[in-house]
């Protein structure tokens, strides 16, 4: 069962892995590099999964993402994974807000002009956008 290894960190892996464990902000990335650096301490899986509070087969998910993507594959961004969606908005959907926002508003909601709150409605409404503000909108592109 603990056949999965971690590969060798580079230093400044290692350096932001330790910052990561000490962080209070987001549990997530903390427990995950703990379990790199306990695997990278020669500790098997099974008490790192003990430790740490997963499963052993987590243990092993989160070695395997590590091992192949490195940092990158076991950070986790809460943002990306909540109810609102990204915060980020890309140039696609920039594009696709404002197709709704210049279209006309009689077929889509039955009135004749798009009024920022029921634009932003009709937005959230046909799950376009998981949130936007309505200063969001009101920026001129």
Same mark, same amino acid.
């Given at each position: 069962?603990?056949?999965?290894?971690? %590969?060798?960190? @580079?230093?400044?892996?290692? %350096?932001?892995? !330790?910052?990561?464990? !000490?962080?209070?902000?987001?549990?997530?990335?903390? &427990?995950?590099? %703990?379990?790199?650096?306990?695997?990278?301490?020669?500790? &098997?899986?099974?008490?790192?999964?003990? %430790?740490?509070? $997963?499963? /052993?087969?987590?243990?092993?998910?989160?070695? #395997?993402? +590590?091992? @192949?993507?490195?940092?990158?594959?076991?950070?986790? +961004? /809460?943002? +990306? #994974?909540?109810?609102?969606?990204?915060?980020?908005?890309? @140039?696609?959907?920039?594009?696709?807000?404002?197709?709704?926002?210049?279209? /006309?508003? *009689? *077929?889509?909601?039955?009135?004749?002009?798009?009024?920022?709150?029921?634009? !932003?409605? $009709?937005?959230?409404?046909?799950?376009?956008?998981?949130?936007?503000?309505?200063?969001?909108?009101?920026?001129? +592109?």
């Amino acid at each position: 069962m603990d056949t999965v290894r971690v %590969r060798r960190a @580079a230093p400044p892996e290692r %350096r932001k892995l !330790r910052r990561w464990k !000490r962080a209070r902000t987001n549990q997530v990335n903390s &427990c995950r590099a %703990r379990v790199v650096l306990l695997s990278l301490g020669g500790v &098997c899986n099974r008490e790192t999964a003990q %430790r740490v509070g $997963y499963t /052993p087969q987590w243990v092993r998910v989160v070695i #395997h993402r +590590f091992n @192949a993507g490195g940092l990158q594959g076991i950070e986790w +961004f /809460p943002y +990306f #994974h909540g109810p609102r969606g990204p915060k980020t908005f890309t @140039a696609d959907l920039v594009e696709q807000i404002a197709e709704v926002a210049l279209s /006309p508003p *009689k *077929k889509l909601i039955g009135m004749t002009q798009w009024s920022l709150v029921k634009l !932003r409605a $009709y937005l959230i409404e046909q799950k376009i956008i998981g949130n936007i503000s309505l200063e969001w909108l009101r920026l001129p +592109f």
